[in-house]
Each structure stands twice: as C-alpha cells, then as structure tokens.
C-alpha cells in the first residue's frame, strides 16, 4: 500500500446545502462506481442502474429549474460534481453530462406547457437522454446535416441518420436536429422524440479503443411520426438551439477531463510512494517530483479555467469564448496527464492491472467529442479576430 493516500479535491461550495450534496456523490462514486468501473468497462456493461440510482438521488437534473424536477444548482457546481463521477469512471460523468446536454433544449428553449409535461420525468424520473445533431456526413460542419423532417398536417415525418450518438439504443428520449428549411443553419429545427416512437431504430455499437461501457451508434428515423407539440423552439431555430447547448456542454467535458486527469494523478502518486528502486521510493527521484508537479498545475489551472467560464454563465454574461478555451485546455491537458500517468508506472502502467492505461484511452476521446480541439481553436479565434474572410 503506498505511504500516503491521494489527497481530497479541497472544494470551493457556496452553499451547506452544496456540501452535503457532494458528500452523497463522493459516497455513490466510492460504493457503486469506482469498483466496478475496471471490470464493466471491459466488460462493455453500461450501468443503466448507476443512472437510475442518479436520478433518484437528484444528481440527473442539477442545474435545472426546482420547478420542473431539477436541482436550482448553479453550474460552477454542476461541474465539479462532473469532474467527481468522471474521476470515478468516464462513461458515467460523461453520460451525466450528455443527458444534461439533451435536456437544454426544452428547458430554455421549450414552451411552458412543454417543460411541465416532460421535464420533470427527463430530470428526475429515471428517464435517460441523447444529443443527436452529427451525422455521418456532417461533423464538425454540422449545419450541413440532412435529417430531415417534413410537415404533415400536425405532425411531422422526420427521415434520415444521426451518428456518434452517445446513448444510443438506450436512451428513453432523443434530442435531435433536423432539417425543415432550406440549405445552411437557418434551416435546422429542433425536436424531442421518443425513444420508442415508431420508425426509429439504432446500429450495432460502435467498437472504440476506450469508454466501452457507454454505447456510441448511429440512430436512424425511417419516417418517424411526432406531433407538432414536440417541436422545440420555432422552426428554423434548431441550429442556434444546438449551439446554445454545445457552449454548455463543452464546459461539461471540460470538468470530465479534469475528473480522468485527477484520477490519473492519484494513481500516479500512490504508486511513486510505493515503488523502490536503486533503494528508495521512486517519489525521491527529482525527475519523477517534477513530472507530478507539472500534472498537478495542470490539473489546477483546468479546473480554475471551467470554473471561471462556469461563473460567467450563472451570473448570465458570455461565456463561449472561456468554453471553448476550457473544453481545449482541460481535454489536451488530460491526455498529457495520463499519458504521464502510464510513463510513471513503467510497464506495470500498460498492463490493465493498474486503470492508468484505461484513462489514456479514455482522455482521447475528449478531444474529438463536443467539437474537436481544433474547432475549439477556430471559436476562440473568431472571438479574438472576427470570423474567417472568404
């Protein structure tokens, strides 16, 4: 066992009743996730009931409206109860984050009959959302989609493919942007389908090098019928919708980066306590301190950078420009992190004894999601020098 266990994340909680919520996450995390997270990832086990366990606790609808089932908590601490549930095991923080992405949409764009006939069963009664906006066409670009959706009468009749959708086949809802207009953004819609409505059907899992516990697949609308009344939004509206969410949603990935880079360096700092050589602990080595050294800074300044974005957003000013910087900042600095992590365990830390390589695997994976790093270097850019010239 090593000489000193990982130090707590010290907690900056504006409120008592904040503190008494990240004590019952700390206890989920250590009871029911973080045990099991080696063996289920591996397994390719999705832990549905994790996520019920979340939702009955009141941990799915955070920084939602009290009114409509969530938790009126400001997203500073949103977040870091993110970082802790990823820290525990990624494809439960990341689906954490992913079904608050799903539901931003009718929460701040939805009618009010809307919100109160759905929100408080997506926030709070066990039902388990998805984001649908790529496609496999139309990544990065995603204003070129080709979903689209067709007026009948009351209804619309939604036709195409949605890809990379995490929660795919398992989600009880579907958020999903379609194309009701012309060509380009101005043309894009949102809608909140069923995960059992008619028509819609998903592909076999995506196979990946990492978060195998969370099933990634495309979503195909083979004529999909829903009613007017789950349009969100006016039409035309979708892309400036989905956009609004993914400022958000990135700063959810910010704080998941920073929960799988703190994971990494706990372990990291157990085991150079542990392990001797030529002696004396590996931690003795000046060239191994300075390695954790730098993993830390890291870890703080990411987490100082989501915060500060965090806080923009509950006191309602910009904040898209700080998202993108912390979505770029914290997933390029996990990937250093656990990259290092690995180096610091030699080859104990490429086994799958040690979870190390596991986090590796998983830190690449929040560079690509939510927008790449590089679009996130494009929105930063535009902030400061205008957009591109054509």
Not at 26 to 47: K, Q, Y
Not at 111 to 119: N, V
Not at 321 to 337: E, G, N, S, V, Y
Request: overall charge negative; proline content about 4%.
């Amino acid at each position: 066992m090593p000489d000193r266990a990982p130090q707590t994340v010290e907690r900056r909680l504006p409120t008592e009743e904040a503190g008494d919520l990240f004590a019952l996450v700390r206890e989920i995390a250590e009871r029911e996730i973080a045990p099991r997270a080696a063996e289920e990832e591996d397994a390719g086990h999705f832990p549905r009931e994790v996520f019920s366990l979340l939702s009955a606790s009141g941990l799915l609808g955070l920084p939602y409206d009290s009114d409509y089932g969530g938790g009126d908590q400001p997203y500073a601490v949103y977040l870091q109860v993110l970082e802790e549930l990823a820290a525990a095991r990624l494809t439960v923080g990341l689906g954490v984050s992913v079904h608050s992405l799903s539901c931003h949409a009718l929460a701040n764009f939805g009618t009010k009959d809307q919100r109160t006939a759905h929100l408080p069963a997506m926030l709070g009664g066990g039902l388990l959302g998805a984001y649908c906006l790529s496609e496999p066409a139309s990544g990065s670009d995603a204003a070129a989609l080709r979903t689209k959706a067709v007026r009948d009468g009351d209804d619309w009749v939604l036709t195409g493919t949605k890809a990379w959708i995490t929660h795919g086949g398992v989600a009880d809802f579907y958020t999903v942007m379609a194309r009701t207009g012309g060509e380009g953004p101005k043309g894009i819609t949102a809608f909140l389908v069923p995960g059992d409505a008619t028509g819609l059907s998903t592909a076999a899992p995506e196979r990946k090098m990492g978060m195998k516990g969370s099933p990634t697949a495309q979503l195909h609308l083979d004529g999909v019928r829903i009613r007017d009344a789950r349009r969100i939004g006016d039409e035309g509206q979708g892309f400036t919708i989905a956009l609004s969410a993914l400022d958000s949603g990135r700063l959810g990935i910010a704080a998941c980066a920073v929960g799988v880079a703190q994971a990494a360096l706990d372990q990291a700092v157990s085991y150079a306590g542990e392990r001797r050589q030529f002696g004396r602990p590996i931690a003795d080595f000046q060239g191994l301190r300075f390695l954790l050294a730098d993993m830390a800074t890291q870890i703080e300044a990411g987490r100082a950078l989501y915060l500060e974005a965090a806080r923009l957003r509950d006191e309602g000013r910009p904040f898209g420009r700080q998202a993108a910087m912390a979505k770029l900042f914290c997933t390029d600095a996990a990937m250093r992190i656990t990259t290092d992590a690995v180096q610091v365990l030699g080859g104990y830390g490429y086994t799958a004894d040690f979870p190390v390589e596991r986090y590796m695997r998983e830190a690449k994976v929040l560079q690509i999601v939510e927008g790449t790093n590089q679009i996130q270097r494009m929105v930063i850019a535009r902030h400061l020098v205008g957009p591109e010239t054509r």
